[in-house]
Protein backbone atom coordinates (compact mmCIF):
# COMPACT_ATOMS: atom_id res chain seq x y z
CA UNK A 1 0.00 0.00 0.00
CA UNK A 2 0.58 3.58 -0.25
CA UNK A 3 1.19 4.07 3.74
CA UNK A 4 3.27 0.55 3.68
CA UNK A 5 5.73 2.47 0.88
CA UNK A 6 5.95 5.99 3.00
CA UNK A 7 7.15 4.05 6.04
CA UNK A 8 9.61 2.09 3.89
CA UNK A 9 10.40 5.52 2.57
CA UNK A 10 11.41 7.18 5.75
CA UNK A 11 12.93 4.45 7.45
CA UNK A 12 15.36 4.15 4.29
CA UNK A 13 16.43 7.31 5.29
CA UNK A 14 17.86 6.28 8.38
CA UNK A 15 18.47 2.69 8.33
CA UNK A 16 18.58 1.41 4.70
CA UNK A 17 19.83 -1.78 5.55
CA UNK A 18 16.58 -2.28 7.39
CA UNK A 19 14.74 -2.21 4.21
CA UNK A 20 17.23 -4.25 2.21
CA UNK A 21 15.97 -6.74 4.58
CA UNK A 22 12.36 -5.97 4.34
CA UNK A 23 12.85 -6.22 -0.06
CA UNK A 24 14.20 -9.38 1.22
CA UNK A 25 11.52 -11.12 3.12
CA UNK A 26 9.10 -9.69 1.12
CA UNK A 27 10.80 -11.75 -2.30
CA UNK A 28 9.38 -15.58 -1.76
CA UNK A 29 12.36 -17.44 -4.43
CA UNK A 30 15.31 -16.03 -2.97
CA UNK A 31 16.99 -15.09 0.63
CA UNK A 32 14.75 -14.78 3.67
CA UNK A 33 10.79 -15.18 3.40
CA UNK A 34 8.16 -15.19 5.44
CA UNK A 35 6.19 -18.66 5.26
CA UNK A 36 3.00 -19.86 7.15
CA UNK A 37 2.40 -23.95 8.69
CA UNK A 38 0.71 -25.66 10.69
CA UNK A 39 2.71 -26.62 14.51
CA UNK A 40 3.45 -30.10 14.46
CA UNK A 41 1.56 -32.87 17.49
CA UNK A 42 5.42 -32.83 18.56
CA UNK A 43 5.28 -29.07 18.77
CA UNK A 44 2.33 -28.76 21.44
CA UNK A 45 2.50 -27.30 24.31
CA UNK A 46 5.31 -26.29 23.80
CA UNK A 47 6.25 -21.88 23.65
CA UNK A 48 6.86 -20.15 19.94
CA UNK A 49 10.27 -18.79 21.00
CA UNK A 50 11.53 -21.82 21.73
CA UNK A 51 11.46 -23.09 18.02
CA UNK A 52 13.98 -23.97 15.50
CA UNK A 53 12.62 -21.90 13.12
CA UNK A 54 12.84 -17.65 14.16
CA UNK A 55 8.81 -17.60 14.54
CA UNK A 56 7.02 -13.93 14.33
CA UNK A 57 3.40 -14.82 15.25
CA UNK A 58 0.83 -17.38 15.42
CA UNK A 59 -2.45 -18.22 13.66
CA UNK A 60 -4.76 -19.26 16.22
CA UNK A 61 -8.37 -19.12 15.79
CA UNK A 62 -7.94 -17.11 12.35
CA UNK A 63 -6.14 -14.37 14.45
CA UNK A 64 -3.03 -13.47 14.09
CA UNK A 65 -0.93 -12.79 17.59
CA UNK A 66 2.18 -11.42 17.41
CA UNK A 67 5.04 -14.20 19.28
CA UNK A 68 5.50 -11.94 22.59
CA UNK A 69 1.80 -12.14 23.43
CA UNK A 70 0.88 -14.30 26.53
CA UNK A 71 -1.96 -15.75 24.54
CA UNK A 72 0.27 -17.86 23.00
CA UNK A 73 3.00 -18.76 25.13
CA UNK A 74 1.85 -22.80 24.54
CA UNK A 75 0.81 -23.91 21.19
CA UNK A 76 -1.99 -25.73 20.44
CA UNK A 77 -2.87 -28.50 17.71
CA UNK A 78 -4.38 -26.08 15.05
CA UNK A 79 -2.55 -23.17 15.28
CA UNK A 80 -0.30 -22.12 12.63
CA UNK A 81 3.24 -20.32 12.72
CA UNK A 82 4.77 -17.46 10.56
CA UNK A 83 8.41 -17.95 10.81
CA UNK A 84 11.06 -16.65 8.56
CA UNK A 85 12.60 -19.36 5.94
CA UNK A 86 15.58 -19.25 3.76
CA UNK A 87 14.14 -20.03 0.41
CA UNK A 88 17.15 -21.26 -1.17
CA UNK A 89 17.42 -23.92 0.72
CA UNK A 90 14.05 -25.12 1.79
CA UNK A 91 12.82 -25.55 -1.84
Not at 26 to 46: C, Q, S, W
Not at 59 to 69: F, S, Y
Request: charged share 30%; glycine share 8%; proline share 5%.
Amino acid sequence: TAETAGRLLGVAVQTPSVVEMMEDLLTPDRGFAIAEREVTPKEVGGSPRHQSDLVLGVVRNNKLVRVDNPEVDALELGDRLLYIRNAETDR
